[in-house]
């Protein structure tokens, strides 16, 4: 795994490798509907395309469908029923939970925090 990147915030720790979770609706990137990618915050790994971001109203950046072979996932019983959880493949880091409750093509929906995604326009 890879080290922690120096710059994160405290928030960015916490949810990243606390497995913690933001305010609902506090991420910028909510209402980011430009075209370009998605990037661990932490390692800095392309997760998500723009094209597959869509407006899901849980109040965090959803996605119907993440690069290949970038996560891993876990179940997840904190709230009392199981959950997917799910983390970058190369450094580890908390980014949310997968839903079954997403638009097609796919019907998932990958909720993410947003401090752990840095966006960057499509060149």
Not at 17 to 45: D, H, I, M, Q, W
Request: proline content about 5%.
């Amino acid at each position: 795994m890879k080290k922690n990147n120096p710059n994160l915030t405290v928030e960015q720790k916490s949810v990243l490798f606390e497995e913690e979770t933001e305010a609902p609706r506090s991420s910028e990137l909510n209402n980011e509907k430009r075209e370009g990618s998605y990037y661990c915050a932490n390692c800095g790994v392309k997760l998500f395309e723009s094209s597959t971001k869509y407006e899901s109203g849980s109040g965090w950046p959803s996605f119907f469908e993440s690069l290949s072979d970038v996560f891993e996932t876990k179940t997840d019983n904190l709230l009392g029923y199981p959950r997917t959880e799910y983390h970058c493949k190369n450094c580890g880091g908390h980014h949310g939970h997968i839903f079954d409750d997403g638009p097609e093509p796919t019907g998932k929906r990958y909720c993410n925090n947003g401090v752990c995604l840095n966006f960057k326009l499509k060149e």
